[in-house]
Nanobody, 135 residues
Framework: QAQLVESGGGSVQAGGSLRLSCAVSEYIFKTYYMGWFRQAPGEEREGIAAIRRDGTTDYADSVKGRFTTSRDNAANTLYLQMASLRPEDTAMYYC?????????????????????????????WGQGTQVTVSS
């Protein structure tokens, strides 16, 4: 069964940085797309970053220019480098991985969200790591 385990969350002052990691144990074909989502209490889940196996990335406007996602395919690890953190970044952060569709004109974030919506045969979630940013 697929396993995705996030680490690196914690508490940080506004303006600070954190790096999240996600260790992935999954069939290679189910990790063509990987990325990050977050959810604050009472809020909708938000897709914030996605990366294709070839390194193509996609970011939500809310984090563009501040967050960078990367992947080490040999180590089966996904990263999210977060800089210039703000209190509104406080949320539970989840990593995710999915298969690729045959053809798509969608952005990597859109593809990842769509594949995850189709269930466990298409995409997998981690259990999350908490990030808290104080003023």
């Amino acid at each position: 069964q697929a396993q995705l385990v996030e680490s690196g969350g914690g508490s940080v002052q506004a303006g600070g940085s954190l790096r999240l990691s996600c260790a992935v144990s999954e069939y290679i074909f189910k990790t063509y797309y990987m990325g990050w989502f977050r959810q604050a209490p009472g809020e909708e889940r938000e897709g914030i970053a996605a990366i294709r196996r070839d390194g193509t990335t996609d970011y939500a406007d809310s984090v563009k220019g501040r967050f960078t996602t990367s992947r080490d395919n040999a180590a089966n690890t996904l990263y999210l480098q977060m800089a210039s953190l703000r209190p509104e970044d406080t949320a539970m952060y989840y990593c995710a991985a999915s298969v690729a569709p045959r053809n798509s004109y969608m952005t990597p974030l859109q593809v990842l969200a769509l594949m995850l919506s189709r269930g466990a045969e298409f995409g997998s979630w981690g259990q999350g790591t908490q990030v808290t940013v104080s003023s």
